[in-house]
């Protein structure tokens, strides 16, 4: 009796990982033909690409598991980010052409990137504080639907907003930093792309840190899993949530900011990487922080292989149908089980 | 210590208290016994502040607390263990321990806490690094009881400690409870386990129909004839 029924529990479990396994033996062989194809310059644009990804698909992941919205307005974030850093920005530029530094030319961009990280926090508190904290007091049922359809208006309130500010033009600077780019391998790969893959790791490194073992972030935790468990203990709903949606907003804004080189700022510049975002998590599960992280890289690797070996243009399709595909077969995405454990109640 | 006064409540339009009103002293272990869908366990959500009350005050120290949320409640020292014992499950017991006790900030007094739960129930020390979801039901109880005395409460509200349970492990939840009595907290337990739970408790209420319909020493409630024929089946 014992052995049939672990042998089952062995088939089921392994059922259960199949999607992982697939998905990870199929990555490691895409990573090698880009690595074969395109040299060491590939490699490295699928993994900056990918910290990308994972600092946006982290944000959105939390934002869902902590307070059940699918956040379609993600993207505005990053497009306030990006704003904020050219403003701060540019004038510290001009500011430094006149009075040149070397130290002051190294710190301007990271203090454009923080200031952006603060607006996006502010930003966050705002909407959640304004929105969705009526909102929750309000809606019985229905709430993912009521936060989806809110989330996508404000997202056409701030892009639109933006646009009669500020109008349609794009702003945007050609780098961050005045340096020489930098050789690793054969590829060279410019100082700034490697600062905001450094930026977005060290966010998500802190993320994991703050959320395994401070207090407040194993509440975060706590109410993203159980949240009358979560008030019984003592702990209040309405600050942990108005954190995770600042922190998320703030993340969203940093990277915004930190990609400005890349994505110049205009109003619907947000659309872009909410959708491989939305990708990410999709794939990887939904409220999943951690498979949003490897989430990120699996849709970076896709993107990068779809263009060294199909064509540019194909860029989101495949990443979108590998996402059905998933979707089909592990229809919580490929991390979605574990979560929230193995039995629920 | 507290005073449910004329208590109405209910979920929605369903209204499942009529002026419930009872009262717990200091030390004391109560009983609140009655059949499924009394309102013994809304009873103990509207205690716990999971329910605003249509009408009448909860207090607790001659305080109204019913206006207050419920992470204020759980702050003020009243810890509910419900029904469902919403576990983290995705988190180790170890997490879910330190959780419980998320409203003491003090490290050192957290860790003091953890080390005498685990004296108390060694079986959870062995498991701390385990998932909360994939221990068994005993454990998962046990667990959950563990953690709402992780923060040194003075009133335990404790909804159903025996379902699911096997006989032994339904004894060893209920002097798991007794002990804590025995150190001065106060215990509120709610059970269909009528007879169990009246050896152990030292007054009762019996909830029907959302009424009290009757009060007094366990003994005394144990001996009562209607109690005899509708819950014991004597």
Same mark, same amino acid.
């Given at each position: ?345 | ?20 009103? *009872?009262?717990?002293? $200091?030390?004391?272990?109560?009983? #609140?016994? =009655?059949?499924?869908?009394? +309102?013994?366990?809304?009873? %103990? ?75 108390? *129930?060694?079986?959870? $020390?062995?498991?701390?690094?385990? #998932?909360? =979801?994939?221990?068994?039901? +005993?454990?998962?109880?046990? %667990? ?91």
């Amino acid at each position: 009796m014992a052995k049939i029924s672990s042998k089952r529990s062995l088939i089921s479990r392994l059922k259960d990982k199949l999607p992982i396994v697939v998905i990870s033996f199929f990555s490691v062989i895409l990573f090698i033909a880009i690595y074969f194809k395109g040299g060491d310059s590939q490699v490295l644009n699928t993994i900056i690409t990918g910290g990308m990804w994972a600092l946006l698909a982290v944000g959105l992941a939390l934002v869902f598991g902590v307070m059940n919205i699918p956040h379609f307005a993600h993207g505005e974030s990053f497009m306030i980010g990006a704003y904020v850093a050219y403003f701060t920005f540019t004038p510290m530029q001009e500011y430094l052409y006149t009075h040149p530094s070397e130290f002051l030319s190294m710190m301007a961009p990271l203090g454009a990137i923080f200031a952006a990280g603060i607006a996006g926090a502010i930003l966050g508190v705002l909407i959640e504080k304004l929105i969705f904290s009526p909102l929750r007091r309000r809606t019985k049922k229905d709430w993912i639907m009521n936060a989806f359809l809110l989330t996508v208006g404000i997202s056409f309130v701030l892009s639109n907003g933006t646009n009669l500010v500020l109008g349609p033009n794009f702003r945007g600077i050609s780098r961050y930093w005045d340096v020489q780019a930098v050789q690793i391998g054969e590829a060279y790969m410019s100082f700034d792309r490697l600062a905001a893959f450094a930026i977005s790791m060290i966010l998500i490194g802190l993320l994991w840190f703050f959320l395994r073992y401070t207090r407040v972030g194993r509440a975060i935790r706590a109410v993203s899993q159980d949240e009358t468990g979560a008030m019984l203990v003592g702990i209040n709903l309405n600050f942990i949530q108005t954190l995770t949606f600042s922190l998320a907003t703030a993340m969203a804004s940093i990277s915004g900011a930190s990609l400005l080189f890349l994505f110049q700022a205009y109003p619907t510049v947000g659309g872009t990487p909410l959708y491989y975002a939305w990708y990410v998590v999709m794939m990887a599960g939904l409220g999943n922080v951690a498979g949003a992280i490897i989430g990120g890289f699996i849709v970076a690797l896709l993107q990068t292989a779809t263009q060294l070996f199909v064509a540019v243009s194909w860029t989101t399709v495949l990443p979108t149908a590998v996402m059905i595909l998933v979707l089909l077969i592990a229809p919580s995405g490929l991390f979605g089980s574990e979560v929230k454990g193995v039995q629920e109640q | 210590m507290l005073e449910l006064n004329n208590i109405n409540a209910g979920y929605d339009f369903l209204q499942v208290l009529w002026d419930v009103s *009872f009262h717990i002293d $200091e030390g004391e272990m109560v009983a #609140l016994i =009655g059949p499924n869908g009394a +309102g013994k366990s809304t009873s %103990l959500r509207t205690i716990a502040g999971l329910i605003t009350p249509i009408s009448g005050e909860v207090l607790f120290h001659n305080k109204v607390i019913n206006n207050e949320l419920a992470h204020m409640i759980s702050r003020m020292g009243i810890s509910y263990i419900s029904e469902k014992l919403n576990l983290f499950t995705g988190m180790s017991v170890q997490e879910n321990l330190l959780l419980g006790a998320y409203a003491i900030r003090d490290r050192d007094v957290q860790l003091e806490t953890l080390a005498y739960i685990f004296s108390l *129930f060694p079986r959870l $020390e062995e498991r701390k690094d385990q #998932l909360a =979801g994939t221990m068994s039901g +005993g454990e998962r109880k046990m %667990l959950a009881i563990a953690r709402g005395m992780m923060s040194k409460p003075q009133l335990m509200l404790v909804d159903e400690p025996s379902l699911g349970l096997q006989p032994n492990l339904t004894s060893d939840v209920f002097s798991a409870l007794r002990q804590l009595r025995d150190r001065g907290v106060t215990v509120l337990i709610v059970e269909q386990n009528v007879n169990a739970t009246l050896s152990f408790t030292d007054r009762a209420y019996v909830l029907e129909q959302g009424k009290i319909v009757m009060e007094g020493p366990s003994k005394e409630i144990k001996a009562n004839k209607h109690v005899r024929n509708a819950y014991l089946g004597i």
